[in-house]
T-cell receptor
Framework: SAVISQKPSRDICQRGTSLTIQCQVD?????MFWYRQQPGQSLTLIAT?????????ESGFVIDKFPISRPNLTFSTLTVSNMSPEDSSIYLC????????FGSGTRLTVV | GDSVTQMEGPVTLSEEAFLTINCTYT??????LFWYVQYPGEGLQLLLK?????DKGSNKGFEATYRKETTSFHLEKGSVQVSDSAVYFC????????????FGAGTQVVVTP
């Protein structure tokens, strides 16, 4: 299965700022997925990112708040924009390459 | 819509006890079913999976059988260790939505010596 490098692993950010999370995969993948895990809760899919097209967002998530880039088949970024304390969560990327792999996550705290 | 329901935690057990975590699902198609584990401070790891009815997934002493008739995928381990303390997530993925998961709420398991 694929190996995912996700960074930063954690960050503490001021409200109103933005943070970009990077996800690097060691093999080419068609689709990459971004999830959010709010404190004490399960994972919720934010969006699906295909290379060469706009990301597809799930209900409740919008591009202005969570812009995603997918410049090639091994890399994607998720930006959390204009952050508020409610954005404090773990953000994970995921890919499927014969097995289902998740990144180790980015633990974001907004103060 | 598709959903996964799993038993609430925390589940507290003594070492060597038997563990069961119930998971049921609703899905419009034919899902694959998964158990993921999240150890403290770490990311999500695939524990086991089953892709069709009556399949049994197993790994590290954990087992789960895909029961279509009861729409269930209960996780079991015969003798838990302190190192099994973690949060366990049941999840499904539909065959036409590979890589997109619907997760249960997670069940925290605490194993005491």
């Amino acid at each position: 299965s694929a190996v995912i490098s996700q960074k930063p692993s954690r960050d503490i950010c001021q409200r109103g700022t933005s943070l970009t999370i990077q996800c690097q995969v060691d093999s080419q993948v068609t689709m990459m997925f971004w999830y959010r895990q709010q404190p004490g809760q399960s994972l919720t899919l934010i969006a699906t990112a295909n290379q060469g097209s706009e990301a597809t967002y799930e209900s409740g998530f919008v591009i202005d708040k969570f812009p995603i880039s997918r410049p090639n088949l091994t890399f994607s970024t998720l930006t959390v924009s204009n952050m508020s304390p409610e954005d404090s969560s773990i953000y994970l990327c995921s890919v499927e390459t014969g097995g289902y792999t998740f990144g180790s996550g980015t633990r974001l705290t907004v103060v | 819509g598709d959903s996964v329901t799993q038993m609430e935690g925390p589940v507290t057990l003594s070492e060597e006890a038997f563990l069961t975590i119930n998971c049921t699902y609703t899905a419009t198609g034919y899902p694959s079913l998964f158990w993921y584990v999240q150890y403290p401070g770490e990311g999500l790891q695939l524990l086991l999976k089953a892709t069709k009815a009556d399949d049994k997934g197993s790994n590290k002493g954990f087992e789960a059988t895909y029961r279509k008739e009861t729409t269930s995928f209960h996780l079991e381990k015969g003798s838990v260790q302190v190192s099994d303390s973690a949060v366990y997530f049941c999840a499904l993925s539909l065959t036409d939505s590979w890589g997109k998961f619907q997760f249960g709420a997670g069940t925290q398991v605490v194993v005491t010596p």
